[in-house]
């Protein structure tokens, strides 16, 4: 489930949201880069199947042409798509 870096592997592990997922999660939005090197679009899918698994609700938007942070232009896309996503 995702490989962790260098010594420090235990300390990434403890931080990362995919291993800190319970029941009791509240409905989730994930918004990825398709050309993020840093979290990968792969590593937000496992997110979301692993919210999916625990019948948590979740909803994953990709833009596939943005890195990592997204940026003003995409971060400008998921505010239009709000009012429709959180109906």
């Not at 989730?28 to 679009?41: E, M, N």
């Not at 909803?59 to 709000?82: M, N, R």
Request: charged letters at 25%.
């Amino acid at each position: 489930q995702g490989s962790f870096p260098g010594p420090l592997k235990e300390t990434w592990k403890k931080l990362s949201p995919l291993h800190l997922i319970n029941g009791a999660y509240p409905k989730t939005y994930i918004f990825a880069g398709g050309k993020d090197s840093i979290v990968k679009p792969k590593q937000a899918q496992d997110f979301q199947d692993k919210l999916t698994k625990l019948k948590q609700k979740t909803q994953l938007f990709i833009f596939p042409e943005y890195e990592h942070g997204l940026g003003k232009e995409a971060t400008d896309k998921v505010i239009a798509l709000l009012p429709e996503i959180t109906k």
